[in-house]
Each structure stands twice: as structure tokens, then as C-alpha cells.
């Protein structure tokens, strides 16, 4: 599969933001999808997961409760809502897909290519 990231860009702190990940093939109903985020210096963090059906989802610890990740298996494309955006949340964010079960929150098998995602104070 192939993965295409898009929507970041540059927004002040408390603000929102929607990245859109869309996929290609026809099993992208099957997949695991991810968000993370990797920002200058540091390693990559895990932000987001959802599963096949949108049923069950996980958030790391620094975005829960203000971040949603949803999915629209019709049009092959995973997306990462935004809200209260703070200035660490500054990064490149990645989408990712995995056959796997959505624990662990690791050993994503595609990638996208990132887009940037910065918060101004």
C-alpha cells in the first residue's frame, strides 16, 4: 500500500488542524492505521491508531483528549483531527499501516512520507 500524508501546515498555539492520509489499493479496509510524529531532535512518537472498522482507537499520552484519528474506509483515507494544538506538538506527522493487531503500538509495516505540522506560540 501507498500512503500519501497531506493537511499540515502552520497554526497558532490553542488552534486546529485536520491531516488526511489516503491510501492506495483496495484492502485498505484491512489495515491498522497509525499516526506519528517525529519532532527535530527527538525520536519518533507514536500520536494515534485505529482499527480496521474504526471500532477501537488509541492515543498516546500527550495528544488523549485532544486529538481524534477516524477513518473512511470508502474513501481510503485515514485522517488525524487536531484541536488545541501546543507548540511541542510541532513535528513532522506520518501515517502508517500494519495487518497486525493495533497493540502493540509498534512494527507498522507502510509509510507515508510526512507532512509538517507547525505550532506557533
Known amino acids: 500500500v501507498q500512503l500519501q500524508a497531506s493537511g499540515g501546515g502552520l497554526v497558532q498555539a490553542g488552534g486546529s488542524l485536520r491531516l488526511s492520509c489516503a491510501a492506495s489499493?483496495?484492502?485498505?479496509?484491512?489495515?491498522?492505521m497509525g499516526w506519528f510524529r517525529q519532532a527535530p531532535g527527538k525520536e519518533r512518537e507514536f500520536v494515534a491508531a485505529?482499527?480496521?472498522?474504526?471500532?477501537?482507537?488509541t492515543y498516546g499520552d500527550s495528544v488523549k483528549g485532544r486529538f481524534t484519528i477516524s477513518r473512511d474506509n470508502a474513501k481510503s483515507t485515514v485522517y488525524l483531527q487536531m484541536s488545541g494544538l501546543k507548540p511541542e506538538d510541532t513535528a513532522v506527522y506520518y501515517c502508517a499501516a500494519k495487518y497486525s493487531s493495533i497493540y502493540p503500538t509498534s512494527n507498522y509495516d507502510y509509510w507515508g512520507q510526512g507532512t509538517l505540522v507547525t505550532v506557533s506560540s
Open positions: 485505529i482499527s480496521w472498522n474504526g471500532g477501537t482507537t
Open positions: 489499493g483496495r484492502t485498505f479496509s484491512t489495515y491498522i
